[in-house]
Each structure stands twice: as C-alpha cells, then as structure tokens.
T-cell receptor, first 113, second 114 residues
Framework: GENVEQHPSTLSVQEGDSAVIKCTYSDSASNYFPWYKQELGKRPQLIID?????GEKKDQRIAVTLNKTAKHFSLHITETQPEDSAVYFCALKGMDSSYKLIFGSGTRLLVRP | DAGITQSPRHKVTETGTPVTLRCHQT?????MYWYRQDPGHGLRLIHYSYGVKDTDKGEVSDGYSVSRSKTEDFLLTLESATSSQTSVYFCAISESAGRVTEAFFGQGTRLTVV
C-alpha cells in the first residue's frame, strides 16, 4: 500500500534563509501530492499541491517539486519569516478508487528571528 | 473555512467505556476521513468513507469503528477506550468530481482516556 517518509523531523533556520523538506513514497501510482501547514493548536491547512503531470509549482515564497522517477517530492520555502514556524506535512493520494489521503510524519520548522 | 464541525472538542473518559466522536459537514462533500495525530507519528488514517454507508479501513483501524448514515455525518466510535487511544482526532472532507481536490480539516477533538 501507500507509504510516505518525510525528512527532516525538525528544521531550524535563520530568518531569511531557505528551508527544504523532502518526502519519498513507494507507490508509483500516486498522482496527487499536497502539503499542509499546521500552526500550534490549529488544524492542518493546505498551502500548495502538485499533480503527477507537473514537475514544479510555485506560489510566492513556496514551491513544490516532484520527481516521479525517483519517487520523491519536496517543499521549498524561500526568504523564511518567523510566521513560517509550524509543522509541515506532506501527503499523497493514490490512483486507486479508495481515495485514501496518506500523510508523512511531519517536519517542525523553526525560523529564528 | 469549509463547513466542517467536530464534536465534542474535548473529552475525558475512563478506560473501557465506549466513546463516539462526530464529524458534521455542510459542504455535501463525498469523502470523509478520520485521522489521529500523535507526536512523532503525524496524521494517521483510521477510517474513511467514500459515500453513504460506504466505509473502509485506514492504517490504524483496530479498536475503532465508523458509520455514515447521512452524507453530512461521519461518526467514529471507540468500542472500549484504552489509554493508547488518547490522542487528537481530526476529521477531514474532500470532494472529487472526476479529479482530486483539497481536503479540509475540522478543528480537532482532544480525547484523553484515563
């Protein structure tokens, strides 16, 4: 079945630096790869997603890249700000009819002022 | 925010008692999910539903059951609560009319089993 591994589990960067979080998966049939941000005590919220027919997508300071051959996708945050501090989750959905949405274990990002 | 409400928001219960958590949506979305969130494990799928009376197991379904008798409600039941089921539970909804779409989460339910 689907499985997704997320690294690193914690990441600390200086304000203004870039942050990269990577996820690898096993099911080559996966076709949808969203990223969620969860602030302390809040619900997860979608920040960006990518579909399998696209290699890269960008939205202001965040971008996601997908390498289907190597089965990994990454979140890139540039010019980090303290408000980017949160837990970030990658996820994926498979091609089968179940429409299960499977999440990685999360990355706690701390942006130091 | 999408119209999705979880109840109760907080609950403390004793080991061995049954507990039911409710997820209610006003979006008429077809897919509903129950996750639990624990430190170091992220969000783990318990059960999900792809229509009224259509449900399936996720990766951590043991000790849990679900029911969906109406589009808008998805109930999660812990038949006999154990301390290992202490967690934050999130419901999510999504609609996929021919293509994959975003999942929206409820506010979460913090359950403590003592």
């Amino acid at each position: 079945g689907e499985n997704v591994e997320q690294h690193p589990s914690t990441l600390s960067v200086q304000e203004g630096d870039s942050a990269v979080i990577k996820c690898t998966y096993s099911d080559s049939a996966s076709n949808y790869f969203p990223w969620y941000k969860q602030e302390l005590g809040k619900r997860p919220q979608l920040i960006i997603d990518i579909r399998s027919n696209v290699g890269e997508k960008k939205d202001q300071r965040i971008a996601v890249t997908l390498n289907k051959t190597a089965k990994h996708f990454s979140l890139h945050i540039t010019e980090t700000q303290p408000e980017d501090s949160a837990v970030y989750f990658c996820a994926l959905k498979g091609m089968d009819s179940s429409y299960k949405l499977i999440f990685g274990s999360g990355t706690r990002l701390l942006v130091r002022p | 925010d999408a119209g999705i409400t979880q109840s109760p928001r907080h609950k403390v219960t004793e080991t061995g008692t049954p507990v039911t958590l409710r997820c209610h949506q006003t979006e008429n979305h077809r897919y509903m999910y129950w996750y639990r969130q624990d430190p170091g494990h992220g969000l783990r799928l318990i059960h999900y539903s792809y229509g009224v009376k259509d449900t399936d197991k996720g990766e951590v379904s043991d000790g849990y059951s679900v029911s969906r008798s109406k589009t808008e409600d998805f109930l999660l039941t812990l038949e006999s609560a154990t301390s290992s089921q202490t967690s934050v539970y999130f419901c999510a909804i999504s609609e996929s009319a021919g293509r994959v779409t975003e999942a929206f989460f409820g506010q979460g339910t913090r359950l403590t089993v003592v």
